[in-house]
């Protein structure tokens, strides 16, 4: 009999090859506009590989994309939130692939989350392909803010360490769900979920290893939702696109199968610091 973890593993596979079916369209017709973009040819494989081998162990990989991106003109202010989700889609779907095969949890609170994720996503990426720059500026300004006074919560032991439970029940699920529909949603205007997703984890009593099956399974299945509607609508640089979805894959493979492990703490607070600087140039642009 086939269990419900295969389940959610096989229908990740055809969500997301949906997604790169409709990208490899959009790609194709707009070929000879890709080469023209800003990013730079001979640094993005190595950017893409980068980001995504440090997405693998939990550091944001909308962080540390939006730092880059914004402050060295790569896109456009309103196609960032576009480019953010559409290039960690098919990276996002290997790694969701990984970890949900490899750590315990309750299955239950795992499609729980996804769904909840999924349809805030969705209602999410209606609303954030109609916003204008400055809304974006100043929301994701505020997101990186959140995401950085997180990472030094827990560098300074003022937030949670999470506990011992694989799976959620009663009201403790409901805030999860309430909670993942929320982030869904926040994606799509270029605030990323992995530090809120695991904040939330810990608050709810989860075991720490138990937030990456649930924000990355959450996260493969409501990202490309958000990813569809911004290639088409075109709201998304396709040069970067292109270049995570190979060389972002070759990142997550070297740090699921060669590296396995690796001490965050230099590298946390160095974000923390990108995203403190980063935010206070949106917030002052914003307004």
Known sequence: MISVKWIILFLIIIVNAYYVVLLVRDLLKN????MTEEAPTGILPISSALIFFGSTFGVSDFATSTALYSKLNWTSIKKLPGTLNTQCTIPLAIMALAYIQ???VGLITLATCIISQVVGSYFGAKYATKLPAAKIKYYIGIGMIIAAMIILGGRFGILPSGGTATSLL???LFIAAIALFIFGALNNIGIGSYALTMITVYLLGLNPAVSFPIMMGAATFSVPIGSIQFVKSGQYSRKITLFTSTF???GVLVAVFIVKSLNL????WLVAAILIYTSY???KKST
């Open 102 to 104: 490899s750590i315990e």
């Open 281 to 283: 140039g949106m917030l």
């Open 31 to 34: 070929r000879k506009k890709i």
């Open 265 to 268: 703490d230099l590298i946390q």
């Open 170 to 172: 009663g009201i403790r």
């Open 248 to 250: 972002g894959v070759f």
